[in-house]
């Protein structure tokens, strides 16, 4: 029996980084913060709520969160974005095979659909959990054990794919096993740790659900 697989996005489906970070810099220069790419780095991945607190204060406006995310979902629109290496050939793979899929992401819902419509794998999930759908952040479990849940399955039949050291423990705490995809760096303290999914053997997704 085939179980679920829970997509983190960014950096795993997709690598959206530098639609982010023009976003951020042109909306903060808005606002009349000079952003540093350091600082955007520092952040990134987080809830904007989280990243607005930390560089303007507890009292910041939701609009400026709103401001750059439309900033960021036109420029994806027009300049287009590809899956990451493997990503896409896993997606359909895993699909074709009756896995079911989620994306769990601390992006916007608007944002995840956005990605989906220019990768053109909207077809192949069945959930999507995003920022709207949670109160915490990764390292905690929320975004994974509600995806789960509205895939109807249990926590021990999931895997979740991730590139960051808090989504591999949102994971474990969570009760499930993960794949961390790292480009860079030092592995990830996942139950398997690539540097691409492209990497991946074609047992690997079935492999972790027989442990």
């Not at 989620?102 to 990768?119: F, G, K, T």
């Not at 975004?143 to 949102?170: K, N, Q, W, Y």
Request: proline share 4%; aromatic share 6%.
């Amino acid at each position: 029996m085939a179980g679920a697989v829970l997509w983190d996005m960014d950096g795993t489906l997709v690598d959206s980084e530098e639609y982010h970070w023009l976003s951020w810099r042109d909306t903060m220069a808005a606002e009349g913060v000079a952003l540093t790419r350091e600082q955007f780095l520092e952040s990134f991945g987080q809830r904007n709520d989280a990243i607005l607190a930390r560089w303007l204060g507890r009292d910041a406006s939701a609009r400026i969160g709103d401001t750059k995310e439309e900033l960021y979902r036109k420029l994806l629109r027009e300049g287009g974005l590809a899956p990451l290496p493997g990503a896409a050939e896993w997606v359909k793979h895993l699909h074709r095979e009756g896995w079911v899929q989620a994306i769990a992401s601390s992006a916007p819902r608007a944002n995840v659909a956005a990605v989906l419509e220019v990768i053109e794998l909207g077809g192949c999930f069945q959930a999507i959990v995003s920022a709207e759908d949670v109160t915490m952040g990764k390292p905690d479990p929320q975004v994974f054990l509600t995806a789960a849940s509205r895939l109807g399955m249990a926590p021990s039949r999931c895997i979740v794919v991730e590139d960051a050291v808090a989504g591999v423990e949102a994971a474990r705490r969570a009760g499930m096993r993960s794949i961390g995809v790292r480009r860079s760096g030092p592995p990830l303290a996942a139950d398997i740790a690539v540097a691409s999914l492209a990497d991946l053997p074609m047992n690997a997704f079935a492999s972790l659900l027989d442990k």
